[in-house]
């Protein structure tokens, strides 16, 4: 494809999204934190126990956001 259909897919109707790789989930009190590298930066979103389910250190997946709510995938 063109670099713009490259550089710029998205998924669904996020207004943004970015590809990282999924680094860590900790546990927090009664809520779970994802780390996720994102280029050269880390990212700590908060996951609901069953996306952990479905989630395993070394993926590479899609963070994004639907009004203002981000929300992972993989």
């Known amino acids: ?3 713009k259909d490259i550089l710029l897919k ?3 109707s996020q207004k943004f ?3 990282g ?3 860590d989930i900790k546990k927090v ?3 779970y934190v994802a780390i996720v590298s994102i280029g050269q ?3 700590e979103i908060v996951v609901s126990k069953e996306e952990v389910k479905n989630l395993t ?3 590479r997946i899609t963070v994004g956001t639907k009004a203002f709510t ?3 995938s993989s």
């Open 17 to 19: 999204s970015f590809e």
């Open 10 to 12: 998205t998924a669904g």
């Open 70 to 72: 981000p929300t992972i």
């Open 21 to 23: 790789e999924l680094l």
């Open 1 to 3: 494809g063109t670099p």
């Open 29 to 31: 009190d009664v809520i």
């Open 57 to 59: 250190i070394g993926d």
């Open 41 to 43: 930066q880390l990212v």
